[in-house]
């Protein structure tokens, strides 16, 4: 548990019991992340969009969940999703929400695995990540809990990371301080790459692979993910608000299966933490300046008319925004007119 903040580690389980193994394995064992590495993948393409570089994609972007098969040094790989089934052109929101693979990758390919991991090392993962699609997009290399929980917090503190620490300060016998810690900041990502990846988040925990946080009683405004490794090795949960960041990692040291997904095993135990930490009533995150929230046309990703049977109101960094209304089901010139001349 960590402030993300200060970087303060409010609290820490190493393992289930003390006597037994002195491993502690939210700093030194490293697992493969799974799933959690995914909303990185897709931070990486809002920054490009930010940026106006190469790979650039919004949470309204559509995505090709479909067969594909990519070159390794293995030879040809085919990823396949949890469910082992495609779903057609989806939302960059809706893949992930879903925690869609193929999607995922696709996302990697376009924005280039180079630029996502040096994201994710300046978000606080220390450990080395390979910069093969697999390694980025499925999250196959490996991590520690408390650099994945850190990258998160980063995230969560608008996009400035501070390395997590343990010693606030120091003091001689007589209480005067000898050492204070000053906290190790530094601007890892936009503000509002930050928020527009909250806001993706916290769709995991209303309507993905989250939800059953939901059901399980959880209130307020939080934003999470679920990681599940393959052959279920690995369950994990990270999630947030803008005071406190929780992690948590099931799993055995003989890397024997769990036979248990992240909302399985995981995501139990970080909600009986957080009832008791994350007040009811948390304040939702603050929308930083630059971002714009348009409706949209979910299937289409273009801004919806009053034609189009379902919208959805979307988050954009300011620029990155469509421009074009829906195709599919018309009555753009109308909603163009509305704009430009302030019909009702």
């Known amino acids: 548990v960590l402030d993300p903040k200060s970087g303060s580690v409010l609290a820490l389980v190493g393992g289930r019991d003390y006597r037994r193994s002195q491993f502690n394995r939210a700093v030194q064992a490293r697992r493969q992340p799974g799933s959690l590495f995914k909303p990185f993948v897709y931070l990486a393409a809002l920054e490009a969009a930010r940026e106006g570089l190469a790979g650039q994609l919004t949470a309204a972007s559509l995505l ?11 030879g040809p790989w085919s990823p396949q999703n949890y469910d082992k089934q495609f779903h057609g052109p989806i939302t960059l929101r809706s893949a992930l929400e879903q925690s869609l693979n193929v999607p995922a990758v696709q996302a990697a390919k376009t924005v280039g695995t180079k630029p996502i991991v040096q994201l994710l090392h300046r978000l606080g993962v220390t450990s080395a990540i390979g910069d093969d699609l697999s390694s980025v997009a499925l999250g196959s290399s490996s991590v520690s809990l408390m650099e994945i929980t850190a990258a998160y917090g980063t995230v969560a503190n608008g ?27 530094q601007q890892a990502t936009s503000p509002q790459g930050a928020y527009v990846l909250t806001s993706l988040l916290e769709g995991v925990i209303q309507r993905g692979t989250a939800s059953k946080a939901k059901v399980l009683g959880l209130q307020g405004t939080v ?18 608000t803008s ?12 890397e024997r299966p769990l036979r248990l997904t992240g909302s399985q095993a995981a995501l139990p135990i970080w909600m009986d933490l957080a009832r008791r930490v994350i007040p009811p009533n948390v304040p939702a995150f603050v929308m930083p300046p630059g971002v714009v929230t348009r409706d949209i046309d979910p299937k289409t990703g273009q801004l919806a008319t009053f034609q189009c049977p379902e919208q959805v109101s979307e988050v954009f960094i300011e620029g990155t925004e469509p421009s074009v209304y829906c195709e599919v089901h018309g009555g753009g010139i109308w909603e163009r007119l509305r704009h430009t001349f302030g019909f009702s």
């Not at 400035?160 to 005067?176: E, F, L, M, N, Y």
């Not at 005071?243 to 003989?254: A, Q, S």
């Open 64 to 74: 090709a969940d479909e067969p594909v098969t990519f070159e390794s040094e293995t």
């Open 159 to 185: 996009g400035i990371a501070v390395k997590p620490t343990a010693v606030r300060s120091t003091r001689d016998r007589q209480g005067d301080i000898v050492w204070n810690g000053v906290p190790d900041r």
């Open 223 to 240: 934003a999470g993910k679920t990681g599940t490794t393959d052959g279920y090795r690995d369950a994990w949960f990270v999630g947030y």
């Open 243 to 254: 005071d406190v960041v929780i992690g948590v990692w099931v799993g055995f040291d003989d």
